[in-house]
C-alpha cells in the first residue's frame, strides 16, 4: 500500500530557527509537494519538485525553501521561523501521467512557532 | 489561480441519511478529484472524474461533473458516523501543469448517528 511519511506529528520551535520537516514517500513516485493548512484558507501549496533536484515554486514559497537530493524524499526548510508559519504542514506524492493523478499525502505536521 | 470552492461550507445530517457536496470551479480542466481529511489526518483521495464523464460511482460514492456549468457534485449515501470529516474538491488546468492540482476549502460534513 502507498505510503507518504512525514517525520513529525507535533514540532515546537522557537522564532528564529531554522526548522526542518522531512517527508519520505515509498511508491518511487517522481512528485513532490508541501502545502500548508490553515482555517478558512484551505491547502496552499508552497513547493513541489517533479524529479530528483528539480523544484517549483508554488503559491506561497517566501520564507520557506525546498530540498531534493532522493527520487523518495523531500525537505522543507523554514530558514529562519516566524510566528506566522505556524500551521499543518501537508506532504504529498504523485506519479506522473498523461493527465495529473491523484497525490497521496502524509498525516501532517502541526507546526507551532513560538 | 483557479480554485474549486465547496458549498456549503458545514453539512450536518443524521445516520443513514444522503449528504450532498459541491464544487464550483472558474476554468477549463481535464479531471476532478474528491478527498476526504479525518481530523488531524492526511488527505485521502476518494475519487477521480475526467473532462469526458458526466457521472462515476465508487461504492456508496456518487460524483457527477457538469463541465458547461464548471460544477461537481459528490453524494454519499446512506451515509455513517465514519464519513464524519472534510471533504475537498481538487482540480487541474487545461493547458497547465499535468502534476499540480488546486483545492477548495473543504465542506465539513457531520454525520450524527
Known amino acids: 500500500d502507498v505510503k507518504v511519511t512525514q517525520s513529525s506529528r507535533y514540532l515546537v520551535k522557537r522564532t528564529g530557527e531554522k526548522v526542518f520537516l522531512e517527508c519520505v514517500q515509498d511508491?518511487?513516485?517522481?512528485?513532490m509537494f508541501w502545502y500548508r493548512q490553515d482555517p478558512g484558507l484551505g491547502l496552499r501549496l508552497i513547493y513541489f519538485s517533479y524529479d530528483v533536484k528539480m523544484k517549483e515554486k508554488g503559491d506561497i514559497p517566501e520564507g520557506y525553501s525546498v530540498s531534493r537530493e532522493k527520487k523518495e524524499r523531500f525537505s522543507l526548510i523554514l530558514e529562519s521561523a516566524s510566528t506566522n508559519q505556524t500551521s499543518m504542514y501537508l506532504c504529498a506524492s504523485s506519479s506522473t501521467g498523461f493527465l495529473v493523478q491523484p497525490q497521496h499525502f502524509g498525516d501532517g505536521t502541526r507546526l507551532s512557532i513560538l | 489561480s483557479q480554485q474549486g470552492e465547496e458549498d456549503p461550507q458545514a453539512l450536518s445530517i443524521q445516520e443513514g441519511e444522503n449528504a450532498t457536496m459541491n464544487c464550483s470551479y472558474k476554468?477549463?480542466?481535464?479531471?476532478l478529484q474528491w478527498y476526504r481529511q479525518n481530523s488531524g489526518r492526511g488527505l485521502v483521495h476518494l475519487i477521480l472524474?475526467?473532462?469526458?464523464?458526466r457521472e462515476k460511482h465508487s461504492g456508496r460514492l456518487r460524483v457527477t461533473l457538469d463541465t458547461s456549468k464548471k460544477s461537481s457534485s459528490l453524494l454519499i449515501t446512506a451515509s455513517r458516523a465514519a464519513d464524519t470529516a472534510s471533504y475537498f474538491c481538487?482540480?487541474?488546468?487545461?493547458?497547465?501543469?499535468?502534476?499540480?492540482?488546486?483545492f477548495g476549502k473543504g465542506t465539513l460534513l457531520t454525520v450524527n448517528p
Open positions: 511508491m518511487d513516485h517522481e512528485n
Open positions: 476554468t477549463s480542466i481535464n479531471n
Open positions: 481538487a482540480t487541474d488546468a487545461d493547458g497547465g501543469s499535468n502534476y499540480k492540482l488546486t
Open positions: 472524474i475526467r473532462s469526458n464523464e
